[in-house]
Each structure stands twice: as structure tokens, then as C-alpha cells.
């Protein structure tokens, strides 16, 4: 996955209790690598399909000059491990709270989408020490206000053994479907997918056993009502939304944002997109990640 990120950028392994995480960081010239005193930066991607650290390829460079900038592979997904088992919610609290520790970079500014959005958030709710700012583009927890917004697909036919298998094969594992899935459910403009975006979600799609976290995700056994928690959170909070998202529409971010405004300080949206505008329209999420880090950090 190396070979997607900008030049300069390296991988680093960071150990967590079910297997490595890689993460790319900047290692060299055009960068200046920055002094461990420097502020702090991580990156998370959202779940789906071919996910990776790829999706903040765009956007992350434009912060090395002042940041260190932490971009993982979350465990399942990626370069990372991929252990063979039933992924909960738990095994994503406790393997970016073993990250986080290990990076020592605490409290940092955290900056996730889509429902790695919403577990980053519940996270800072159970541990705020390890948060000074949360960024969150599309949050959602997929069931908020018990509603059902994230499967896609009949729960018998991705709960059956060898048949889910098989639609995962179908469905993330050629060009044409890789494209599909870009252009129909994650991109408000289809002719802003490109062929090196379609190449870098295939090779992440292609690590051997990643059907299991995406089968995780497809069923539904990551979801939960955010709506239920993010009332507790006291770490100072922006919402991103795009305006054309599918499943998660502004509405739902409204509603989820006015559930706890004393902590949800930015409510900005960012208009002709999808769920994934830092990797759909970069240069204006950097722009408004700029705003954002100056008023909340």
C-alpha cells in the first residue's frame, strides 16, 4: 500500500494485542521530519470494502509541515493484521487504545470518518486523557436513532458461510466492482474517481483475509446508535458532512450534533460531496481543517 502514499512517506509498525498496525509517517525529503515536542496528527479511515490509510493520501501532506502526522491501517483492514475472527466494537477500542499509548503522543487531535468516526468518538468518551481535539467527517454509529442506514446487502445472504465469501469476492475483489462501489455509494461526482483511487481500494481489498473485517462491517456487527452516547462526550469536537452523503444524510448529522453542542463546537458542511470529501474534493477539506484546528486547537 506504500506505493499510494506520497514520496517521502514510510511505513512504520506499531504492535497491538491482535497483531501489527501499519502506519505511514513522513520518513524523509520533501518533508522535514519533526522533533517529538511537535503536535500531533491522526488520521483514521473509514470501513467499506478496500479501505485503507489511502483515503487521507490527498489531504495528510499538507499538514507535515507543522504536524506529525500518524496515517494506520486499522487491524483488519489494509497492511495491517487481519486476524481470522468475528470483529466487535471491542477489538477496535482496545487496538487504537494500545496505538495511541504506543505512539506517546497523547492527548492528540484525531481526524476520522464514517463510522471509524463514531468509535473514535465513544472512545474519547472512555478515554478523553487521550484526545485533545476530535475532527469527524460523516460520523455515525450506522443504526443512529435506531434506524438501519448502513447494509447494503440481505443479512441471510452475507450471514451464510461460503456464500458471503463469495459476494465478498464479486463485490471488492475486480476493477469494475472496486469502481462501482466508489462511483454509486462513496462520491457524490463518479468522474471524480480515479484509476489510481479504483488500484489503491483493490490492493487493500486483495490482502489475504480481508473478508473478515469487511464481513463485519456488511453485517452489521460493528453498528450501534451513536445517538445513545455522544451526549457524554466533554473532548472539543468539529462535524464535516458531505452534503450529497448516502445512508448518513445532513440531517442525521444535524440531529446528532444538537444532541451535545457544548462539545460539537463546528457543524460545517461541504457541498457536492459524498461520505468521503477528503479523498472526493481534498483541497477544500483542507481548507476547512485548517479553520477547524485553529479554533479548536
Not at 232 to 247: I, M, N
Not at 253 to 260: E, K, P, W
Amino acid at each position: 500500500m506504500l506505493q499510494f502514499h506520497p514520496s517521502g512517506i514510510g511505513q512504520r509498525v506499531i504492535e497491538t494485542s491482535l497483531g501489527e498496525m501499519a502506519c505511514y509517517v513522513a520518513v524523509g525529503s520533501p518533508w522535514q521530519v519533526l522533533p517529538p515536542e511537535a503536535p500531533s496528527l491522526l488520521f483514521l479511515h473509514n470501513f467499506g470494502g478496500g479501505a485503507s490509510a489511502y483515503e487521507w493520501s490527498k489531504v495528510y501532506p499538507a499538514f507535515l509541515d507543522r504536524y506529525r502526522v500518524f496515517a494506520p491501517d486499522l487491524i483488519g483492514w489494509g497492511r495491517s493484521a487481519h486476524p481470522q475472527r468475528d470483529y466487535r466494537l471491542s477489538d477496535y477500542f482496545t487496538s487504537l487504545t494500545e496505538f495511541i499509548t504506543a505512539l506517546g503522543v497523547a492527548p492528540i487531535t484525531l481526524v476520522a470518518s464514517s463510522l471509524t468516526g463514531a468509535i473514535a468518538l465513544r472512545l474519547a468518551i472512555q478515554r478523553p486523557e487521550l484526545f485533545k481535539a476530535l475532527i469527524l467527517v460523516c460520523p455515525s454509529g450506522f443504526a443512529d436513532f435506531k434506524q438501519d442506514a448502513g447494509r447494503r446487502l440481505p443479512l441471510q445472504a452475507i450471514g451464510t458461510p461460503l456464500l458471503d465469501r463469495a459476494i465478498y469476492t464479486l463485490g471488492a475483489m475486480n476493477d469494475l466492482s472496486v469502481r462501482n462501489f466508489l462511483e454509486r455509494f462513496l462520491f457524490a461526482n463518479p468522474a471524480r474517481v480515479s484509476p489510481e483511487m479504483v488500484a489503491a481500494y483493490l490492493e487493500s481489498a486483495c490482502q489475504p483475509n480481508a473478508e473478515y473485517a469487511a464481513l463485519a462491517f456488511l453485517r452489521g456487527d460493528l453498528y450501534f446508535d451513536l445517538a445513545n452516547y455522544i451526549e457524554q462526550l466533554s473532548v472539543p469536537t468539529a462535524f464535516l458532512w458531505g452534503g450529497k452523503a448516502q445512508f448518513t444524510s445532513i440531517n442525521l448529522g444535524q440531529r446528532l450534533a444538537g444532541l451535545n453542542s457544548r462539545a460539537v463546537k463546528t457543524f460545517q458542511t461541504i457541498p457536492d460531496s459524498g461520505v468521503l470529501p477528503h479523498l472526493e474534493q481534498p483541497e477544500i477539506t483542507i481548507g476547512l481543517l485548517e479553520k477547524i484546528l485553529a479554533s479548536l486547537t
